[in-house]
């Protein structure tokens, strides 16, 4: 299957930094990719989709101004969490769509750590 | 009101015994429909697509009952490593996927 990979794999932080994670399709262009963040025996909650060239879509309640995503490119998107918190220590996962399919894929998630 | 509704177990099955997780969805629209697994601290991994006539692969069937809005795994002669979380989704068109808590399994020896 299709390939999706994220760094860093983890990441502890102190409280007021922020924190830019990698999300890259490597065998297949995604002109759509998600990301979400699942809290400990949580579902995984859907935060936004972005689309390649053009702004993201953020579900209701999350801030945009603190989770700054950027889809430059048919195989990268990136989202930072800026100013992080405690509070936003969290498991986010990437995930991509393949050019005109419904599958999506998964990366590998980033574990974030604010301390 | 949830797009998908699982028991979210936990389901203790000893080693060779056969399981099956049920699922609801809400989105009558709905248009394709897959199983997840999802390993503790890990991504989803697409275990399956669940097909209109009911699919087949190895140990694993699916089901699916449009009328009733449901949906099914069978896990026949389970084996310790498929201990995980099962997610089951209800996916319209080419919105995101949307996930559920899923429903534990634990495989004894």
């Known amino acids: 299957g299709a390939v999706v990979s994220q760094h860093p794999s983890w990441v502890i932080c102190k409280s007021g930094t922020s924190v830019k994670i990698e999300c890259r399709s490597l065998?297949?262009?995604?002109?759509?990719m998600f990301w979400y963040r699942q809290f400990p025996k949580q579902s995984l909650m859907l935060m936004a989709t972005?689309?390649?060239?053009?702004?993201?879509?953020?579900e209701q309640g999350v801030e945009k101004d603190k989770f700054l995503i950027n889809h430059a490119s048919l195989t990268l998107s990136t989202l930072t969490v800026t100013s992080a918190h405690p509070e936003d220590s969290s498991f986010y996962i990437c995930s991509a769509r393949d050019l005109g399919k419904e599958t999506q894929y998964f990366g590998p998630g980033t574990r974030l750590l604010v301390l | 009101r949830k797009e998908v509704e699982q028991d979210p177990g936990p389901f203790n099955v000893p080693e060779g015994a056969t399981v099956a997780f049920n699922c609801t969805y809400s989105n009558s629209a709905s248009q394709s429909f897959f199983w997840y697994r999802q390993d503790c601290r890990k991504e989803p991994k697409l275990l399956m697509s669940?097909?209109?006539s009911g699919n087949e692969d190895g140990r694993f069937t699916a089901q699916l009952n449009r009328a009733s809005q449901y949906i099914s795994l069978l896990i026949r002669d389970s084996k310790l490593s498929d201990s995980a979380t099962y997610l089951c989704?209800?996916?319209?068109?080419?919105?995101?996927?949307?996930f559920g808590k899923g429903t534990r399994l634990s495989v004894i020896a």
């Open positions: 669940v097909y209109s």
């Open positions: 065998d297949f262009q995604a002109t759509t």
């Open positions: 972005s689309n390649e060239g053009s702004k993201a879509t953020y």
């Open positions: 989704v209800a996916n319209s068109g080419n919105t995101p996927l949307v």
